[in-house]
């Protein structure tokens, strides 16, 4: 069991296969000529089973993979492979580029829902925002992924004056798609020239949608992060992630281990545990997770908070970049 000094149970932890990507999304990647780690600092597969497997006789029982853009790792297959024997629920955040050539890698796999990433539904501020064409890819990627029957939800960074005025197109879409679209509020973190007045909140989000549609609130899960919503008369859904007014930090149950083997206790934590060098090492690396989560803050990593976030200035923020922690 991991537990932390405020009594949270830690039973889900995220695994970034990599900081690499084939898309450049300007509120994740701090420069499109970043450095990727090198392959020979990125844990191994076998690494990565091996610590998975640490995990879950800590008594984890879910495990995302991320990154970076998890399917473009050259042994995803393989991972995947052998995290679905593990009795955890697999999951998986992607952009969605690759599932046409993962497709049979996925359908043999223990994942049955996977959170793919697409924040407009125009190809041309696709392009804008990823600075790559594979507006078409990501949308057939996520039919394929329906018509296999996953459960699919499509993550959406709102951003003002950027893509809030297509928070309605989205919600039209689950009419007679079965996708669940959730809005996340735009995070700050190292390199991704945030500020606080692009940030849509919860409030504005659940007003834009209320002019135009009646919706119910879905009955939520204490470890939840998302705060879901239905349309009567939609196959869809839709929910909204509000780290930044609205924080989730009282019940959260999230350990991450960036792809370079370091454990964040929360995305915002300003330290990191290298279990990477102590596993290669041959040590025990279990008393370092439990000081890890044991050291945890008791809400967005000590760094900030709801009631200040519009007056900070995004490079206040002590932590490397998204896509170097994973998502
Ligand atoms: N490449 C995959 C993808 O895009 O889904 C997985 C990694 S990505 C870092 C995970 C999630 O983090 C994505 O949904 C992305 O939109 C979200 N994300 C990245 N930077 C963010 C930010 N600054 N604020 C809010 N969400 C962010
Ligand atoms: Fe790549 Fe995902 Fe970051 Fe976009 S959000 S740059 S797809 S890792």
């Known amino acids: 069991m991991i537990q932390d000094q405020f009594g949270r149970l830690h039973n889900y932890l995220r695994i970034s296969l990599t900081d690499n990507c084939n898309l ?28 998975a497997r640490t995990f879950v006789d800590l008594g984890v029982t879910k495990i995302r993979l991320t990154g970076g853009e998890p399917l473009v790792r050259k042994d995803a297959a393989a991972i995947i492979a052998q995290l679905s024997e593990l009795p955890v629920q697999l999951t998986m955040t ?59 939800k499509v993550n959406v960074v709102v951003i003002h004056d950027l893509n809030d005025n297509e928070i309605n197109d989205f919600i039209a879409w689950t ?22 007045n692009q940030v849509v909140g919860y409030r504005d989000i659940l007003e834009i949608i209320g002019q135009k549609y009646a919706f119910e609130a879905l009955p ?9 919503f239905h349309i009567p008369g939609h196959q869809g859904s839709f929910a909204i992630i509000s780290t930044m007014t609205a924080p989730f930090c ?30 290669r090492n041959g040590m025990d690396i279990i008393p370092l ?24 200035v995004g490079s206040a923020i002590e932590n490397r970049s998204m896509i170097t922690i994973g998502g």
């Open 24 to 51: 450049r999304c300007f509120y994740c990647m701090p420069e499109e000529d970043y450095d990727f780690t090198p392959t020979s600092r990125l844990m191994q597969t076998n690494e990565i089973v091996a610590l």
């Open 94 to 152: 992607t952009n969605g580029t690759r599932i046409k050539a993962l497709l049979p890698v996925l359908k043999d796999s223990s994942i049955r829902s996977l959170n793919v990433s697409l924040d407009t539904l125009q190809a041309e501020k696709f392009f804008f925002m990823t600075h790559r064409d594979q507006f078409h890819g990501v949308m057939e990627g996520i039919q394929l992924l329906l018509d296999h029957h996953f459960h699919v």
């Open 175 to 196: 009419k007679d798609t079965p996708v669940h679209v959730r809005f996340i509020e735009f995070m700050p973190f190292s390199g991704n020239r945030w500020s606080s």
């Open 220 to 228: 939520g899960l204490k470890n939840d992060t998302a705060k879901a």
């Open 250 to 279: 009282e019940g959260c149950n999230r350990i991450r281990l960036t792809a370079d083997g370091k454990l964040k206790n929360c995305l915002f934590s300003k330290g990191e545990m290298d279990l990477l060098t102590p596993l």
């Open 289 to 312: 997770i439990h000081q890890n989560i044991a050291e945890k803050a008791e809400r967005l990593g000590g760094q900030f908070t709801p009631e200040d976030f519009e007056k900070m």
